[in-house]
């Protein structure tokens, strides 16, 4: 069972996390489908399945994050990463310059989204751009070689300010919402 995909993905999160509100050295609980649990590990478990696979996972992370408790009600499972595991994410990985970047732009009052493009641009010029029609988001944006990373970045224009979540490309899939 390859461990890794689902652990950088809770570090990616803690990063994103501590590059909007800043570092503290305090517990962080993260929430995951079923679903997209199974995309990172490829598989198919059913939630009895994925608890037995989520203790495995847990003795691979305790070295970095400590001691993660893994909670669930129904096909929706809480992740609660202990302090220690805050405080690695700070002192033990790179920056993410991108995430730092973008989450500048977009929380400075009057962000347009050729401003957010501009950051996009920054980083490489093969961006995907599409402007979507479904309600939920207004565009969506990524790299379309996967670097710096391979997350969907859903935009929603709400004058004067942008929000954005960040998918998998499995569960922006499992969104339905391609056009």
């Known amino acids: 069972m390859n461990c890794e ?3 950088n993905n809770l570090i990616d999160i803690i990063k994103e996390e501590q590059a909007k ?3 503290q050295k305090e517990r962080i609980r993260l929430y995951y ?3 997209s649990l199974n995309h990172f590990f490829k598989s198919n478990y059913n939630v009895h399945e994925m608890k037995d696979c989520l203790k495995e996972f847990c003795s691979f992370v305790s070295p970095r994050l400590g001691a993660v408790d893994i909670s669930n009600k129904g ?4 992740f609660s990463i202990p302090e220690t595991g805050s405080e690695y994410v700070h002192e033990h990985t790179e920056e993410n310059e991108f995430i730092h970047t973008l989450v500048k732009v977009v929380s400075r009052h009057g962000c347009s989204m050729e401003d957010i493009l501009a950051v996009f641009h920054q980083y490489s010029q093969q961006v995907h751009i599409e402007e979507v029609h479904h309600g ?3 565009y969506l944006v990524y790299f379309e070689q996967g ?3 391979t997350y969907r970045y859903c935009f929603h ?3 004067p300010h942008i929000i954005y979540h960040r998918y998998l490309p499995e569960d922006y899939q499992d969104l339905g919402l391609e056009q």
């Open 136 to 138: 939920e988001f207004d």
């Open 5 to 7: 995909p689902l652990e």
């Open 33 to 35: 489908p079923l679903s």
């Open 75 to 78: 096909e929706r499972f809480c």
């Open 21 to 23: 509100l800043g570092y």
């Open 147 to 149: 670097e710096p990373d």
């Open 157 to 159: 224009i709400e004058e």
